[in-house]
T-cell receptor
């Protein structure tokens, strides 16, 4: 079954420190894509970073990096130098052929709170 | 600003009312989506349109009726809703489905309360 699991309902991090948000996935497809989105309290889902299953290097976008461990089926998001504005819900998502062409599987999210 | 605008941002309606949610994208994308986000549940895909043609309908009750008059606009018509339909309704758009890196861009959502 296609599934995304985010086991941390809530996380705290001190400002300027790094934090890792966990995501594991389950798929039997060889080709798939993994996404991370941020959702502030305003409601808008903001795309952060993408990792393709065949990408040999971990994706990075500014302060965001994705720790992709294919054998373990994990795609953890690492946020470096946390800022107060990083406080939000974070969702991991997957797109895989077996789920259907149009469907993204989302996790239940992790709420991150950055402390001053 | 992601280029996807949803109106209204908040909506309160009675169970017998009829209302519509509007979504507009300014990104030149070919695909548009409606999602329902309830507390402590993963996002639920409701409808997908590709070039104004509905290509996905995830067993959504008929009290939700989508409309896509052109590739930039998407509506969700609501009638005789139930209290359990109260949720955040998110619209998204993407370029196409042909590549794995098919990034969806979301609007800020309409928070719907059904009384």
């Amino acid at each position: 079954a296609q599934k995304i699991t985010q086991t941390q309902p809530g996380m705290f991090v001190q400002e300027k420190e790094a934090v890792t948000l966990d995501c594991t996935y389950d798929t039997s497809d060889q080709s798939y894509g993994l996404f991370w989105y941020k959702q502030p309290s305003s409601g808008e889902m903001i795309f952060l970073i993408y990792q393709g299953s065949y990408d040999e290097q971990n994706a990075t976008e500014g302060r965001y990096s994705l720790n992709f461990q294919k054998a373990r089926k994990s795609a953890n998001l690492v946020i470096s130098a946390s800022q107060l504005g990083d406080s939000a819900m974070y969702f991991c998502a997957m797109r895989a052929p077996t789920s259907g062409t149009y469907k993204y599987i989302f996790g239940t999210g992790t709420r991150l709170k950055v402390l001053a | 600003e992601t280029g996807v605008t949803q109106t209204p941002r908040h909506l309160v309606m009675g169970m017998t009312n009829k209302k519509s949610l509007k979504c507009e994208q300014h990104l030149g994308h070919n695909a548009m989506y409606w999602y329902k986000q309830s507390a402590k549940k993963p996002l639920e895909l409701m409808f997908v349109y590709s070039l104004e043609e509905r290509v996905e309908n995830n067993s959504v009750p008929s009290r939700f009726s989508p409309e896509c008059p052109n590739s930039s606009h998407l509506f969700l018509h609501l009638h005789t809703l139930q209290p359990e339909d109260s949720a955040l309704y998110l619209c998204a758009s993407s370029q196409d489905f042909s590549v794995a890196k098919n990034i969806q861009y979301f609007g800020a959502g309409t928070r719907l309360s059904v009384l």
